[in-house]
């Protein structure tokens, strides 16, 4: 056996195992999904194998009226989820961005404890930690007990189940998945360039946006990237600090199969959900792509 084919074994034998996982659990139930949101739902749930696109009409405004019947309200979910995630994206970053540049000028035992307890929700259950949330926002919360008894407020202010709590609670969840990225960009960053850049005259705004803002920003985007996808098809969030008041994509996804049984079109649903992932992942890959071939060329 040759060098090369030796290699090739080698490389088959490690991602051999890993490629069958994914063929197995991911790509094979997202084929059944795809299918599945092209078919006609069962009239006791279940599908029907028959060719079906109202499903995305539905949503999307081409239904025909004889088997469907548009209703704005699914596009108006889908925008709302979208807006939230924006929102939960904008408030991470502007947290964990001056955190990152704050941790990363300590030193080495005080940056690892405060890597450490960034990380430390992810050692209690999630659900948990929301329903801590629940019992500082409600009514009778600590929140509204403190603002009454120091009188600021008369009454107890509506602060759970709404879209604002919606946007606390996932802030509160993926900070990790944010500062991480971040962190790794702000740490990699040459201070020698910023202390040249003021030497030469450049003010600090103009030192940010033109130093700063550049090296920095591959670990904005992946951290964005990585903050809006999963807050975007989030549902646990949502169901416990917005209840049926706030209904979001991941939410009426799940009631689509479990409660209506409507596999199709909570198969639709699902589909526009991954395209917009879909195109977020192509736009970073291509972002990146075109960084690293500016970074050979300079």
């Known amino acids: 056996m040759s060098i090369v084919s030796r290699r090739r074994f080698q490389l088959g034998l490690l991602l051999g195992p890993v490629t069958l996982f ?38 999307l405004g081409f239904a025909n009226p004889e088997f469907e019947e548009y209703d704005p309200v699914y596009i108006s979910i889908f925008l709302r989820s979208v807006k939230i995630a924006l929102l939960t994206v904008a408030v991470t970053l502007l947290v964990c961005y001056p955190a990152a540049f704050h941790i990363s000028r300590l030193s080495e035992t005080s940056k690892n404890f405060c890597l450490f307890l960034i990380t430390l929700p992810f050692f209690s259950s999630l659900i948990v930690r929301l329903f801590v949330w629940v019992l500082i926002l409600r009514q009778t919360g600590l929140v509204n007990e403190a603002l009454q008894a120091t009188g600021l407020i008369d009454r107890p202010l509506q602060m759970i189940y709404t879209d604002g709590a919606i946007i606390l609670g996932m802030v509160y969840v993926f900070i990790p998945f944010m500062f991480m990225p971040v962190y790794a960009s702000v740490e990699k960053l040459d201070w020698r360039l910023v202390q040249a850049s003021l030497d030469l005259g450049a003010g600090p705004v103009r030192t940010f946006l033109r130093i700063i803002l550049p090296l920095t920003a591959p670990g904005i985007i992946g951290g964005s990237v990585i903050v809006f996808i999963p807050a975007l098809g989030n549902f646990v969030v949502p169901a416990v600090l917005g209840g049926a008041k706030v209904m979001m994509l991941g939410n009426l996804i799940e009631a689509q199969f479990l409660s209506a049984r409507n596999w199709p079109f909570g198969s639709a649903l699902a589909m526009m959900v991954m395209a917009v992932m879909l195109v977020l992942l192509v736009a970073y890959v291509i972002v990146s792509g075109r960084r690293g071939a500016a970074a050979l060329a300079r």
Do not use: C, K, Q
């Not at 079906?52 to 949503?59: E, Q």
């Open 22 to 59: 994914l063929l197995i659990f991911f790509v094979v139930p997202l084929g059944i999904m795809v299918v599945t949101s092209f078919l006609a739902p069962g009239l006791y749930g279940g599908v029907e194998w028959i060719f079906y696109p109202d499903n995305f009409g539905r949503i």
